[in-house]
T-cell receptor, first 113, second 114 residues
Framework: EAGVAQSPRYKIIEKRQSVAFWCNPISGHATLYWYQQILGQGPKLLIQFQNNGVVDDSQLPKDRFSAERLKGVDSTLKIQPAKLEDSAVYLC???????????FGPGTRLTVT | AQSVTQPDIHITVSEGASLELRCNYSYGATPYLFWYVQSPGQGLQLLLKYFSGDTLVQGIKGFEAEFKRSQSSFNLRKPSVHWSDAAEYFCAARSSGGSYIPTFGRGTSLIVHP
């Protein structure tokens, strides 16, 4: 069974530029999560989708971050414009349903200079 | 507010020694509890989980965890550590009802000496 796929693995941008990350969850998993993991900290949930609907986005900085999950499968997370404090690893995870354990992708390491 | 606390930022053990990583949670009701491991440059891998029932949970790679309601704890243990266990360990919780929003601790970095 293929795991959660993410791309790119690494991205370096300048502040005020925009960037997008892509995630393909495990086949059949209804729930998809985006996390931000700042160096030395645990992952922080940004947004949670159930199929293609948003379950929770209370910690998503909506003035600059956006996410979508078209057709309830792949998802993209966008930052526009980026700030220095957005430097982090962005993790995507999926689960069969909300209550079950999550499976994580390898993450995208973003560096904003 | 719901929270997960891992009081130890770093733990150093010798190979072959036993290990215990601490995790405390603060939730209104007993949450679902998880331990994940993260190797450098990798995503998180689930070691074990507790939903209900037997308070001693067995996981992969020889790990186990014990849920103690009276102490609001879910500590991870391994009787004999291998050098390959060196990694970052995260305790996580999610409410057993409602929106199931997961919360992670800040992690404990395990260093294994030969």
């Amino acid at each position: 069974e293929a795991g959660v796929a993410q791309s790119p693995r690494y991205k370096i941008i300048e502040k005020r530029q925009s960037v997008a990350f892509w995630c393909n969850p495990i086949s059949g998993h209804a729930t998809l999560y985006w996390y931000q993991q700042i160096l030395g900290q645990g992952p922080k949930l940004l947004i949670q989708f159930q199929n293609n609907g948003v379950v929770d986005d209370s910690q998503l900085p909506k003035d600059r971050f956006s996410a979508e999950r078209l057709k309830g499968v792949d998802s993209t997370l966008k930052i526009q414009p980026a700030k220095l404090e957005d430097s982090a690893v962005y993790l995507c995870a999926s689960s069969l349903v909300r209550v079950y354990e999550q499976y994580f992708g390898p993450g995208t390491r973003l560096t904003v200079t | 507010a719901q929270s997960v606390t891992q009081p130890d930022i770093h733990i150093t053990v010798s190979e072959g020694a036993s290990l215990e990583l601490r995790c405390n949670y603060s939730y209104g009701a007993t949450p679902y509890l998880f331990w994940y491991v993260q190797s450098p440059g990798q995503g998180l891998q689930l070691l074990l989980k507790y939903f209900s029932g037997d308070t001693l949970v067995q996981g992969i790679k020889g790990f186990e965890a014990e849920f103690k309601r009276s102490q609001s704890s879910f500590n991870l243990r391994k009787p004999s550590v291998h050098w390959s266990d060196a990694a970052e360990y995260f305790c996580a919780a999610r409410s057993s009802g409602g929106s199931y929003i997961p919360t992670f601790g800040r992690g404990t970095s395990l260093i294994v000496h030969p």
